[in-house]
């Protein structure tokens, strides 16, 4: 997959991203940076709402001891916004991560109606995980 912005690592240890976000999923997060202001993803691995990465204002979804920040996307501030970079925090459960902790995982966006409080889901489109085997890309 070409065009992907990688994600800066957060997890104790790792020099390599294991978190990328594809040009369909960033042009996304620009729309609702622009009516939410900054963000935050959180994965839980949870059945329905929790099988997709779920976008919040950042803050609205409280972390803690039972969660791991995988990464932080750095993007360039918005035209007309403030002059600052954007960092945007990626979580997942921590008992999440230890099922997927090989994976490499791609941030997309595709057609669709976003679940639960996801700040995309009235948007039409969705965010999607896909994954692949870390050493496998």
Same mark, same amino acid.
């Given at each position: ?34 009516? $939410?202001?900054? *963000? ?5 691995? @949870?059945?329905?709402? +929790?099988? !997709? ?48 902790? $090989?994976?490499? *995982? ?5 057609? @669709?109606?976003?679940? +639960?409080? !996801? ?19």
């Amino acid at each position: 997959m070409t065009d992907l912005t990688h994600a800066r690592p957060d997890v104790e240890g790792e020099t390599e991203s294991r978190l990328a976000f594809t040009r369909t999923a960033i042009e996304l997060v620009d729309r609702l940076w622009a009516m $939410h202001g900054p *963000l935050m993803f959180h994965q839980s691995g @949870g059945c329905c709402d +929790g099988s !997709s990465p779920m976008c919040y204002q950042e803050g609205e979804f409280k972390t803690g001891g039972q969660d791991v920040r995988l990464g932080t996307l750095e993007l360039p501030p918005l035209p007309g916004g403030s002059p600052a970079p954007r960092e945007i925090g990626f979580w997942m459960s921590r008992e999440q991560f230890g099922v997927w902790a $090989h994976t490499h *995982l791609t941030i997309d966006a595709v057609p @669709g109606r976003g679940s +639960g409080f !996801s700040l995309e889901a009235p948007e039409g489109q969705r965010f999607l995980i896909r994954s692949t085997l870390l050493g496998a890309r």
